[in-house]
Every structure is written in C-alpha cells, then in structure tokens.
C-alpha cells in the first residue's frame, strides 16, 4: 500500500497530484499553463502515437478517436481543444491515462512535470469566474513554487462527451411520502446542480455547499444549537452526502470528524464520489462512512440516502 492510500484512509487531509502543463500559443510567443489532477485518477503516462488527429465526424471537436493500449482500446481527448487553449505543437507529447466513474480514458497534453504532495486546505477555490463559467472545468487552483496549478474537472470533460446525456438519464424519479433533510458537498458546480434537483425531486430539503470545510462550518452551527436546546443533530438534518475530492477538506477528512465527534457522530454519511471502487472502499470504511456510492449513479445515490435514513438507528430521537 502506497502512502497516499494509508494518508487519505486515515482522513488526513492530504493528497497527491500529478501536474502538466499546456503550451499556449499566444501573441507573445509560447506561454505554458500549468494544471493537476489526483494521482488516484491515473494509471499511467504513455507517449501519443503519430498523427493522432481529431475528425470532423466526432462527438465533439476535443475528441481524437482510439489508440490500442495492450488490451485497451483507449479513447483520447485533446485536453487543449477542450479547454479552447490553442496549442502549440509539439514532438513526444503524452497521453496521460485515466481511470475514475469506472471508465478508462487518455488526455493528451504538452507535457508532464512531477507529483506533488499536497494538504486540501490549500487548493483554494476557483475564483468567481471559473465558479460561473458553463463548464465549470477548474475546481480549485493551488500555488506550487512560483506558479498556480489549476485543478481539473475531468469528470465534467467526460459528460460533456457524452452525447447520450446519461447522466440526464441518471438522475433519480423516486419520491419520498416523508420530507427529509439532507446537507450535500460538493465541489463540482455542475454536480451541485444534478445533486440539488435529483434530492428536491425526491422531496427533500437541501442545503449546497462547495467543499468540506464549509460542511463542517453547518455542521459546527447544527451542533451548537442541537447542545443549547438539548435535542439531537437528527432533529435538524437527516443526512450529509459528501464528494471526496474537495478544496479546503475532502470528504474523508470530513466523514472523519464527523464520525469522531461526539454529537455529531449520529448523523449518516454518504460518499460519493467518481473514486469510489471495490478497491478503495476500505477507505470510507476506515473514516466510518455509512455507505459510498460511484458517480455518476444518481438514481442509487438517492436511493442509497433514503433507504439509510429510513433504516437509521436513533432516528426517533430526533
């Protein structure tokens, strides 16, 4: 077991990621963007094959078709057409590959530098105008050395080609009898957006946040009321649903210190998050998570959520 794997099984905090840039070709000359992505998202990095080009016939115009990859066939996008950079060309460019909401796809860009360990608490929220923008494609921004390194949303790059709208298709028709509350966090505004509509469908009342630490802010207010009027955090929130991979805190950290404190400890917690796997779940397990469940499954998580609260032990208290 890696590092990493024991880091965020003891909810630490901590990460790593892998940085790579894109050269930009500008007025100026070559100007080199720098951007990151979680190391548990990557298998490996792998040189492109020669003239690896797009089609005009592609779902979209950032797709370059499949390259074989031992018993893969590995479908590529160009990281550069997806996020409008024009690119400079280059020789030896990698591919880096990838592995999260149980597919496997390569990205192509200019070049990779090294993995960095970093702690959450300083991935800073993108900024306003990334948070607006229609493909919310940066989730937090954080500085190395003497750059910033801008956090992608690949998730958001594989629904946009995904021409089917299956995560449209995802989202859940069930109906609660009962009115519940549910916390939810997660960094990704388009998720937020799909994450609030699917639980106000199913009759719940939610409260959006964007990452962990904000959680734990409600959480902490919940708590301090709950202890002043004598009464159980159940009595004000019946769920918290959380995303793993989260600027300021992620959800293991989060999971944690709810599951450690002792008042709060009651309330139910629920992962979900595109790193969510057989062979990961013993780390919601060892922060005393009471279920995970893989994006982009809408449909069970809501599922999963209300099954959990209906079956929850000292709920009547609440």
Not at 26 to 37: A, C, D, L, W
Not at 56 to 62: F, G, M, Q, T, W
Not at 163 to 183: C, K
């Amino acid at each position: 077991m890696s590092q990493t794997d024991i880091l965020l099984e003891t909810g630490t905090n901590e990460l790593e990621i892998i940085e790579f840039f894109i050269n930009e070709k500008t007025e100026k000359g070559i100007e080199t963007q720098y951007f990151g992505v979680n190391v548990a998202k990557v298998l490996e990095v792998v040189e492109a094959p020669e003239g690896l080009e797009g089609s005009e016939a592609a779902v979209h115009p950032s797709f370059l078709g499949t390259i074989p990859l031992r018993d893969l066939i590995l479908p590529v996008v160009d990281l550069s057409v997806w996020l409008k950079i024009d690119k400079a060309d280059d020789v030896n460019e990698p591919v880096i590959v990838t592995e999260f909401n149980a597919m496997i796809t390569g990205f192509l860009v200019s070049g990779v530098t090294q993995i960095h360990r970093v702690n959450w608490a300083d991935v800073e929220p993108p900024s306003k105008y990334f948070s607006s923008m229609d493909t919310n494609c940066i989730t937090g921004t954080i500085k190395i050395k003497d750059r910033f390194v801008l956090m992608l949303d690949l998730e958001q790059v594989l629904a946009d080609l995904d021409e089917s709208g299956q995560t449209e298709a995802n989202l859940s028709d069930l109906v609660s009898e009962e009115r519940y509350r549910a916390l939810v966090a997660d960094d990704s505004t388009s998720v937020r957006q799909l994450l609030e509509k699917n639980f106000t469908n199913a009759n719940f009342e939610v409260t959006m946040v964007g990452d962990g630490a904000e959680a734990w802010a409600k959480l902490e207010a919940i708590k301090n009321k709950a202890t002043e009027e004598g009464k159980s955090p159940l009595y004000y929130l019946d769920a918290v649903v959380s995303d793993v991979e989260m600027p300021q805190m992620d959800g293991y950290t989060l999971t944690r210190r709810i599951k450690e404190d002792p008042v709060l400890k009651v309330l139910p917690v629920t992962l979900f998050s595109s790193l969510i796997s057989k062979s990961v779940l013993h780390k919601g397990k060892a922060v005393m998570a009471d279920a995970q469940v893989t994006k982009p499954e809408f449909n069970g998580l809501t599922q999963k959520v209300i099954d959990l609260i209906q079956g929850w032990e000292g709920r009547e208290a609440g």
